[in-house]
Nanobody, 127 residues
Framework: VQLQASGGGLVQAGGSLRLSCAASGRSFSNYNMGWFRQPPSKEREFVAAIRWNGVSTTYSNSVQGRFTISRDNTKDTVYLQMNSLKPEDTAVYYC?????????????????????WGQGTQVTVSS
């Protein structure tokens, strides 16, 4: 599956952004999806994941309560709504499709379990 992320930009602290990730190729609804981010000079980290049918989600502690992951399988798109943004949310954000392990059970949060990645979209939060 090919992924194309969009929606990043520059926003003031406390503001909101919605990222989108459009999929093409193999059936989007066959994949659990995730969002990851890589802050400047830091390693890539997990942000959120959603099950193939949208029934369950999981979040990192740092974004829990502020970010919401969702998907629309009729549009082959996954979203990340980001509210109450903080300067420490500044990063390149990547969407990814889980390509290893089962689609049931606990949602995967390791980047190694996601084999298809979008190109990344920059989010910058000013203080």
């Amino acid at each position: 599956v090919q992924l194309q992320a969009s929606g990043g930009g520059l926003v003031q602290a406390g503001g909101s952004l919605r990222l989108s990730c459009a999929a093409s190729g193999r059936s989007f609804s066959n994949y659990n999806m995730g969002w990851f981010r890589q802050p400047p000079s830091k390693e890539r980290e997990f942000v959120a994941a959603i099950r193939w049918n949208g029934v369950s989600t999981t979040y990192s502690n740092s974004v829990q309560g502020r970010f919401t992951i969702s998907r629309d399988n009729t549009k082959d798109t996954v979203y990340l709504q980001m509210n109450s943004l903080k300067p420490e949310d500044t990063a390149v954000y990547y969407c990814a499709a889980q390509t290893t392990g089962s689609l049931v059970g606990l949602l995967k949060v390791r980047s190694a379990d996601f084999g298809s990645w979008g190109q990344g979209t920059q989010v910058t939060v000013s203080s």
